[in-house]
C-alpha cells in the first residue's frame, strides 16, 4: 500500500500528506479499511492467546502456562469473557463489517469514497478508543471483567458478585463505543449504497457481499438500539445504585437475557452475512459460473433478517420464561434454518458444472460451506427446546457456536483476505503457503471443537475452572479429549504464523498482481492494484449484472461490469 | 485535507444523502428509545403499585414542557421553508427560536427535578424513579445535542451556507420532540 499508484487527477493533494496524515488521520475510504483490518487481526492474536491461556488450563490443571503463568480462578473467568467479547466484537465485527465493508463497498458499486468520509474517519477513531478501552480493562485493580461475555446480571451489575468492580463498567463502556462506532459505519455503509451507485448499476446487479454488508448494517442498526438502552440501565445499576436489574428492589435480571439477546441473536447474522456474500463471490470467480439464484439468495438474507428477531429467547429456555413462550421460540429457531439451509443449496448448485479452480480463496470459501453446516445442523438440537433443557450451558452449546463463528470470522475472513488481498496490496499471495495454513487451520479447528461436542453431551457444563472437582467429569477419557483439543488448538494457533509470514512478505515481495489477477468482472477488478487516491481516474459505468461468466457468444469467459457490449 | 467526494453528491436513490443519512440515524434512536421504553411499559404493567410513585410527577410541568417542545418543531419547520426560499437570515432567526424553546425546555426540567430531588424522589427511590430520570435524561442530552447542532447550522446559516442542514437539523428535532410525546403521557399522566 505504500507505494500507491497516484493518477492525475488528485496528485497536486496526495503526495505532500505526512505519515501522520495518510495513515492515522486518512478519510480515505481504503486506508480506514486497513485500520480497522490490522486493528481487528491485532485483537485476533489477544483473542487468540486468551483461548490458549484458559484451553491450557483445562487440559493440564493448575499449569505453568508457558508465556502466562499460572491461571487463578479469577483470572480464568476475565479469560473466558473478554476472550468472548474481543473475538466478536474487536475481530468479527471491524473485520467483516468495517474492514471489508469499507474497502469493498466503494470500489464494488463504482464511487471514489464513501459518501461521509469523515464520519467514517470518525467511526474508525471511535472504535480503536473502544479496543485502547477493553484492552486497558484488563490492567485494572480486580482484573477484567469476569462475568461471562453475555453480562447477566446480577453477576454483571453487583461487584460483589464479580468481583471486578472497574473492569466490569470499562467493559460496559468499551462495548458501547464500540456499538457508536458501528452506528457511524452502518450509517455511512447503507447511505453510500443507497445512493452512490455506478450510472447503470440496478439493485440486482450489485455484487452480493455489498448486499450482505448492507443487510447486516441494518440488521444492526435495528438490533443494537435496545442493548444500547439496557446497557445504560446496567452502567447505572453498576454505577449509580439504580436497581433494574436488581429482582430485590422491584427490578428483574430477565429483562437484561431480553435486551442482550434482541440484539444478541440478531447479532449472529450481522456478522454472518457478509462472511456468506463473500463465499458467494468467491465461489462464482473460482467456478467460472453465475451465481445460482441471485435473486432467491436476496430474498433469502430479507428473510433470515426479519425472522432473525423473533428467535432470541431460544437463549432463555431455562431462564424462567413461560413454556408455552418457549415453544413459539422453538417454531421460529427452527423456521429459520430454512433460509439457511436454502443459501448453502445455492451455493451448492452454482457449484455444479462449474470449472472449478482450487485457488486458497476458493478452499476457504468451500470450506466455509462444509464447516458452516456443522454449525448450522447442531443449532437445531439447541433450538427445540426440550433438547436443550439438557444441552443447556454445556460443551455442546460452545462448541455449538464455535462452528457458527469460526466458519463466519476465520474461515470467511480468510476466504475475504486471500481472494481480495491483490487487489488491496497490489501483489499475489504466495499460493503454497496459502494452502498449507488452510489445511493447517481447518483440520486442527474440527480436533477441537468435535471433542467439545462429545464433552457437551457428556455433560460438561460451561465456565468451569477446574474439572477435578467434579468426579463424573474427571475421569480419565474425558481429560484426554480435553487434552486433545488444546493440542489441537497449539497446531492451529502456530499454523497461524504461517499466514502472519504469508501475509507481510507478500505485501512486500509478492508477485504483482495486475488489475485483475482472478479475472473476474466486479468493478473493483477494473482500477489499479492497489487503487489509488479517488479509485478511478474515470469513475465507471455499469452495464450489466455482477456474475456475467462463460458466456458463450464471448471469446474470454468473463464480461466485465462496466464493459459496453 | 481533500475536497467532497463525487460519491457524496450523487443521489442514485432519488433522496439526498443527508436527508437519508438523517432517516437512518432516526431509525437508530428509534430503537434505542424504543427499548427503554418497552422495558418500561413491561415494568409498570407488571407492577400496579408504580402509579403510587407516579402520583407524584407534575402533569402541569409535564404540560408545559409539552406546548414549549411543539411550539418550537412550529419555528423549525418556518425555518425549513425559509431555507427553502433561500433567505439564510430567516431560517436562521427561526433556529435561534427553536434553540431558545429547547432551553425553555432544559430550564423547565432542571427546576422541576431539583424539586422532586429536594423532596426525596431520586434516581434511587424506586424503579419507577429510576425510569423516570433515565428516560427523561436520555431525552434532555437529545435536546440539549439538538441545540447545540441547531446553533451551528444557523450560524452557517446566517450566512447563507449549507442550507440544506435547515431542514435536517428539523428533521432531528420533530424526532426528538416525538420521543417526549411518547414519554409524558407514559411518565406523568398514567397515574
Known amino acids: ?565 | 485535507m481533500s475536497a467532497t467526494p463525487i460519491a457524496t453528491g450523487r443521489s442514485t436513490s432519488g433522496i439526498p444523502t443527508g436527508r437519508l443519512a438523517v432517516w437512518w440515524v432516526i431509525a437508530s434512536e428509534i430503537v434505542i428509545f424504543g427499548g427503554l421504553l418497552i422495558s418500561y411499559i413491561m415494568h409498570r404493567l407488571a407492577h400496579g403499585n408504580w402509579a403510587e410513585q407516579a402520583a407524584h410527577t407534575s402533569t402541569w410541568v409535564g404540560a408545559f414542557n409539552t406546548l414549549v417542545l411543539l411550539s418550537s418543531s412550529l419555528s423549525a419547520v418556518l425555518g425549513h421553508k425559509a431555507a427553502d426560499a433561500g433567505d439564510g437570515k430567516k431560517a436562521a432567526k427561526m433556529l435561534y427560536i427553536t434553540a431558545f424553546g429547547a432551553l425553555t425546555f432544559v430550564c423547565v426540567k432542571a427546576a422541576e427535578w431539583t424539586f422532586e430531588i429536594s423532596h426525596g424522589y431520586t434516581i434511587t427511590s424506586s424503579t419507577f424513579w429510576s425510569f423516570y430520570y433515565t428516560a427523561a435524561g436520555l431525552h434532555a442530552l437529545h435536546v440539549i445535542a439538538g441545540a447545540i447542532i441547531m446553533l451551528i447550522v444557523a450560524q452557517a446559516a446566517k450566512r447563507n451556507q449549507h442550507l440544506n442542514r435547515v431542514e435536517l437539523i428539523g428533521l432531528y428535532w420533530h424526532f426528538v420532540d416525538l420521543v417526549w410525546i411518547f414519554l409524558f403521557p407514559l411518565l406523568y399522566i398514567a397515574k
Not at chain 1, 5 to 29: M, R
Not at chain 1, 174 to 190: C, R, S
Not at chain 1, 292 to 302: G, M, N
Not at chain 1, 502 to 523: D, E, H, Q, R
Open chain 1, 1 to 565: 500500500m505504500a507505494e500507491a499508484a497516484v493518477p492525475a487527477l488528485h496528485d497536486e493533494q496526495h503526495h505532500e500528506q505526512s505519515f501522520g496524515q495518510k495513515y492515522l488521520w486518512s478519510t480515505d475510504h481504503k486506508m480506514i479499511a486497513m485500520q480497522y483490518l490490522f486493528t481487528g487481526m491485532l485483537m485476533a492474536l489477544v483473542g487468540g492467546f486468551m483461548a490458549y491461556a484458559f484451553r491450557m488450563q483445562l487440559a493440564f490443571p493448575g499449569m505453568d502456562v508457558p508465556f502466562y503463568g499460572i491461571v487463578s480462578a479469577s483470572e480464568y473467568n476475565a479469560l473466558v469473557t473478554n476472550h468472548g467479547t474481543i473475538m466478536i466484537f474487536w475481530v468479527a465485527m471491524p473485520v467483516l463489517l468495517a474492514a471489508f465493508g469499507n474497502f469493498l463497498i466503494p470500489l464494488m458499486i463504482g464511487c471514489d469514497d464513501m459518501v461521509f468520509p469523515k464520519v467514517n474517519r470518525l467511526s474508525y477513531q471511535i472504535f480503536l478508543l473502544s479496543a485502547v478501552v477493553i484492552l486497558g480493562s484488563l490492567f485494572v485493580e480486580g482484573g477484567g471483567f469476569a462475568g461471562a461475555w453475555t453480562a447477566y446480571p446480577p453477576l454483571s451489575a453487583k461487584a460483589e458478585y464479580s468481583q471486578t468492580p472497574l473492569g466490569s463498567s470499562l467493559w460496559l463502556v468499551a462495548v458501547a463505543l464500540e456499538f457508536v462506532a458501528f452506528l457511524l459505519g452502518g450509517i455511512n455503509f447503507i447511505t453510500t449504497t443507497m445512493n452512490s451507485r455506478a450510472p447503470g448499476m440496478k439493485f440486482y446487479d450489485i455484487p452480493m457481499v455489498v448486499w450482505m454488508i448492507v443487510i447486516a448494517s441494518v440488521l444492526f442498526l435495528v438490533s443494537v438500539g435496545p442493548l444500547i438502552a439496557g446497557a445504560m440501565m446496567l452502567f447505572m445499576d453498576q454505577n449509580v445504585g439504580t436497581a433494574f436489574y436488581d429482582p430485590d428492589r422491584g427490578g428483574d435480571p430477565i429483562l437484561w437475557q431480553h435486551l442482550f439477546w434482541f440484539f444478541g441473536h440478531p447479532e449472529v447474522y450481522v456478522v454472518m452475512l457478509p462472511a456468506v456474500g463473500i463465499t458467494a463471490d468467491v465461489i462464482c470467480v473460482f467456478a467460472r459460473k453465475k451465481l445460482f439464484a441471485y435473486k432467491t439468495v436476496l430474498y433469502t438474507a430479507f428473510g433470515t433478517g426479519v425472522l432473525s428477531f423473533t428467535v432470541w429467547a431460544h437463549h432463555q429456555f431455562i431462564a424462567g420464561i413461560d413454556p408455552r413462550m418457549a415453544h413459539i421460540f422453538t417454531v421460529t429457531t427452527l423456521l429459520i434454518s430454512i433460509p439457511i439451509a436454502e443459501m448453502i443449496f445455492v451455493y451448492i448448485a452454482t457449484l455444479y458444472g462449474g470449472s472449478i479452480r482450487l485457488t486458497t480463496p476458493m478452499l476457504w470459501a468451500l470450506a466455509f460451506i462444509a464447516e458452516f453446516l456443522i454449525g448450522g445442523v447442531t443449532g437445531i438440537f439447541l433450538g427445540a427446546s426440550g433438547a436443550d433443557i439438557y444441552l443447556h450451558d454445556t460443551y455442546f452449546v460452545l462448541a455449538h457456536f464455535h462452528y457458527m463463528f469460526y466458519p463466519i470470522a476465520i474461515i470467511g475472513t480468510f476466504a475475504g483476505i486471500a481472494h481480495w488481498f491483490p487487489k488491496m496490496f497490489g501483489r499475489m499471495m504466495n499460493e503454497t503457503l496459502g494452502k498449507i495454513h488452510f489445511w493447517l487451520t481447518v483440520i486442527p479447528f474440527n480436533v477441537i471443537f468435535i471433542p467439545l461436542f462429545i464433552l457437551g453431551l457428556a455433560g460438561q457444563h460451561r465456565r468451569i475452572y477446574d474439572y477435578t472437582n467434579f468426579p463424573e467429569l474427571a475421569i480419565q477419557p474425558l481429560q484426554d479429549l480435553r487434552v486433545l483439543a488444546t493440542v489441537a488448538l497449539l497446531v492451529m494457533l502456530g499454523a497461524q504464523l504461517i499466514f502472519l509470514y504469508n501475509f507481510f512478505s507478500s505485501m512486500f515481495k509478492g508477485k504483482k498482481a495486475g488489475k485483475n489477477p482472478w479475472n473476474a468482472t466486479t468493478l473493483e477488478w477494473t482500477t489499479e492494484s492497489p487503487p489509488p487516491h479517488g479509485n478511478w481516474a474515470e469513475l465507471p459505468t455499469v452495464y450489466r449484472g455482477p456474475y456475467e461468466y462463460g458466456n458463450p457468444d464471448r471469446e474470454d469467459d468473463y464480461w466485465p461490469q462496466n464493459e459496453p457490449v
